[in-house]
């Protein structure tokens, strides 16, 4: 469910600068200096962009229109798991990592859990028309955001440009779909058909990550602490000192 949360996620932040990121480099030169005061008039007209390119409501389109797509990988994503080159990366032997190969997790769930993918696609629903929710809560705020990133970066002429552009039948039409058209069919089809190989790349990920860490020293155990960081660990916890405890998993 995780995979979830993240293409969700990206899906709600993806849209609005798609555009941005298609400006060439020129046009971004006329970047304001972070920390310089926005030009009142540059603003008064980013904010109109800003208003054409995240009308209000759009989140929740957006969360909508990703439902059917994310659903329909999930069982595909469960298949293509490797799960046992991520066992062998968690310190289990070749031999008996090889065996999990073999495994489909989707017919241990049709056992385990026979409504499993109903309950999966009620959480779905949940979670993506709670996140819907949120989005359009924080819509004014994010316009807002967006205007001033706009001002900063375009100079007056290109914001009247723009806004001249949205003000066109094709520039509105863009400018209302530029969002929500990361949930077409022919985007959400692609998506969902990458999900199996990105989910094959898991281990390649994992072990990347560990690769970035490897020169860190290990977290520490308890056993590592001095009295007074216990005191100070438990104090942060809420907690009292004896009942203080290294995560499960840890060696």
Request: glycine share 8%; hydrophobic share 45%; proline share 8%.
């Amino acid at each position: 469910m995780r995979y979830v949360c993240v293409v969700a996620g990206a899906l709600a932040l993806v849209g609005p600068s798609a555009f941005a990121q298609g400006v060439p480099t020129s046009v971004a030169q006329t970047a304001a200096q972070p920390g310089a005061p926005t030009d009142p008039a540059r603003l008064a007209v980013a904010r109109r962009v800003a208003a054409r390119l995240l009308p209000p409501g759009v989140y929740k389109q957006l969360m909508s229109g990703s439902m059917d797509a994310i659903m329909g990988s999930v069982g595909g994503a469960m298949k293509a798991m490797p799960l046992g080159q991520i066992a062998q990366m968690g310190g289990m032997k070749v031999e008996d990592a090889q065996k999990l190969d073999k495994i489909d997790l989707t017919q241990i769930m049709a056992i385990y859990d026979p409504r499993w993918e109903e309950r999966q696609q009620l959480m779905m629903h949940a979670m993506l028309g709670a996140m819907g929710d949120f989005f359009t809560t924080m819509e004014p705020e994010l316009r807002d955001g967006m205007a001033h990133a706009y001002a900063n970066r375009f100079s007056l002429a290109e914001l009247t440009d723009l806004d001249r552009y949205f003000g066109t039948p094709t520039g509105a039409k863009y400018a209302a779909t530029v969002t929500t058209i990361m949930t077409d069919p022919a985007v959400m089809n692609t998506m969902r058909d990458m999900m199996p190989r990105m989910m094959q790349q898991m281990p390649h990920f994992m072990e990347a990550a560990t690769k970035a860490t490897a020169a860190l020293p290990p977290p520490r155990r308890m056993e590592d602490l001095t009295p007074a960081e216990k005191a100070r660990l438990a104090k942060a916890m809420g907690t009292e000192e004896n009942k203080l405890q290294d995560p499960k998993g840890t060696s």
